[in-house]
Nanobody, 118 residues
């Protein structure tokens, strides 16, 4: 089984920065990890992909965060990070991480709140 725990959310002023972390605890046998990703969901809106990183370290970002957010990972710690710079009020949302395994199973964390004040 896989358990994902996010941390690092909070309240920040517009223009500020935060770094989110998603630590994976893995028990039992799983196939390789294909990718890890960050999603966000704002009140009244659909969940959207923010950034993703593959096992080959390829990354992709939502257009709205390109140049401001950076996804990275530490394989030794089974942790993925999201560095968020130049935050805007419209970045306010619950941010969740997702792991996709080699058997194409998805696991989700519980989410962490990010609030950007203007």
């Amino acid at each position: 089984q896989v358990q994902l725990v996010e941390s690092g959310g909070g309240l920040v002023q517009a223009g500020g920065s935060l770094r989110l972390s998603c630590a994976a605890s893995i028990s039992g046998r799983i196939f390789s990890i294909l990718s890890m990703a960050w999603y966000r969901q704002a009140p009244g809106k659909q969940r959207e992909l923010v950034a993703a990183i593959t096992s080959g370290d390829s990354t992709n970002y939502a257009d709205s965060v390109k140049g401001r957010f950076t996804i990275s990972r530490d394989n030794a710690k089974n942790t993925v990070y999201l560095r968020m710079n130049t935050l805007k009020p419209e970045d306010t949302a619950v941010y969740s991480c997702k792991m996709t395994t080699g058997s194409f199973r998805d696991f989700w964390g519980q989410g962490t709140q990010v609030t950007v004040s203007s």
